[in-house]
């Protein structure tokens, strides 16, 4: 359906690196007079990385929009562990840079005390609510794209079993999955069927999941399980791990994917594409720009971003090459039901919602 946005088309690695500093862990901060007589805004990853085809590769995706858009330098540190977390922002901060991106809970503590610390400094975080005067949240209420995405799958499903999958129960992971479960609760309604979602129980607030972000193997293994339960549509929302997930979609009979954060089509490897039904993308880049330019003209302030259905901070990617497993009468619903979230006639809730 031509009417979802789609995501914006994926930098490449080796394209940031020519273009950009990068800075692996706790290393020297960057010269801060590079940034003398022009604006700078310099992003930390999370422990996750810069190439998680997750909401790091994307929120960096944004800072090197706006490093074109708004003739700023950008300047990005990787944590490629816990311990590089806390070092990193103060990092950032010694850089001398006026706009400090952080992404992901993992480095609220931090951000939190830096802000404190440093008031002159307009921060951000992706993805977690920090109070503080100079430190502004960018969240999304992924339930409601997610919705979308369980009603979707409980759509297309030929085997009546649906399944999704965290890295951790943490309220950005269980948001899309309340929204998932709920949309498959609403076509089961809509349709008098009965399909079935493992994985997530919303009720309990308690389902599947890996205990990280990072091992692929875990996702495979994880999603095997699933497969091996009748499961042909899983949801991973657990970062790099959700490409374990692709792959053992790949290596069983009719069983696809939905992305997270991204469009994984674009993002995951190219012998993934034909598995993947569509993506509950966050227009993190989108709201990079946004925030960034703020900053730059003075307008920057704490009032958290949330990304919705109706701002487009949130959406479904495209169908790609599953189209065709989409028939026009699930298409026209998807529409109506999205027509009816962004009016608020049809409220969905979480208790993670933003």
């Known amino acids: 359906m031509s009417r979802f946005r789609t995501a914006r088309t ?5 394209a940031i690196l020519l273009a950009t500093l990068v800075v692996s862990g706790c290393a020297t901060p960057p010269d801060s007079e590079e940034s003398e007589g022009s604006f700078c805004a310099v992003m930390v990853t999370n422990s996750g990385g810069l190439e998680d085809r997750s909401f790091n590769q994307s929120s960096w995706e944004g800072l090197q929009q706006a490093e074109g858009d708004l003739d700023i330098a950008a300047q990005v540190l990787v944590s490629e562990t816990e311990t590089d977390l806390a070092p990193n922002v103060e990092q950032a901060v010694a850089t001398g840079c006026d706009f400090v991106l952080t992404v992901g809970y993992e480095l609220a503590p931090a951000t939190a005390e ?5 008031p002159d400094v307009d921060f951000a975080i992706v993805d977690e609510l920090v109070d503080g005067a100079n430190i502004k949240p960018i969240v999304y209420d992924t339930a409601q794209a997610a919705f979308l995405a369980g009603y979707l799958a409980a759509g297309v499903s030929e085997t009546g079993v649906v399944a999704t999958f965290g890295g951790g129960n943490q309220p950005p992971v269980t948001l899309f999955m ?13 349709t008098d069927s009965s399909v079935e979602v493992l994985g997530w129980d919303k009720v309990d607030q308690d389902g599947v999941f890996t205990g990280d972000f990072e091992d692929i193997n875990k996702g495979r293994q994880t999603a095997q399980a699933f497969i091996d339960q009748g499961a042909d549509v899983i949801l991973p929302v657990a970062g790099q791990v959700g490409q374990g997930a692709a792959a053992a979609a790949v290596e069983a009979d009719d069983v696809s994917i939905i992305w997270v954060d991204n469009d994984g089509y674009e993002t995951l490897p190219e012998e993934y594409r034909g598995i993947v039904l569509t993506s509950v993308l966050k227009n993190t880049g989108d709201a ?13 302030d704490n009032d958290a971003f949330v990304g919705t259905l109706e701002n487009g901070g949130v959406a479904l990617a495209p ?3 599953l189209e065709s497993l989409v028939s026009a009468e699930l298409a026209e619903q998807l529409d109506a039901l999205e027509a009816e979230i962004v009016e608020g006639s049809l409220e969905v809730t979480s208790p993670s919602t933003p």
């Open 319 to 321: 169908f790609h090459e």
């Open 10 to 14: 994926t930098t490449t690695l080796g």
């Open 114 to 118: 830096q802000g404190e610390l440093n």
């Open 288 to 300: 990079v720009v946004e925030i960034v330019g703020q900053s730059i003209d003075g307008t920057f």
């Open 178 to 190: 309340d929204g998932f479960v709920d949309g498959v609760a609403r076509y089961n309604a809509d």
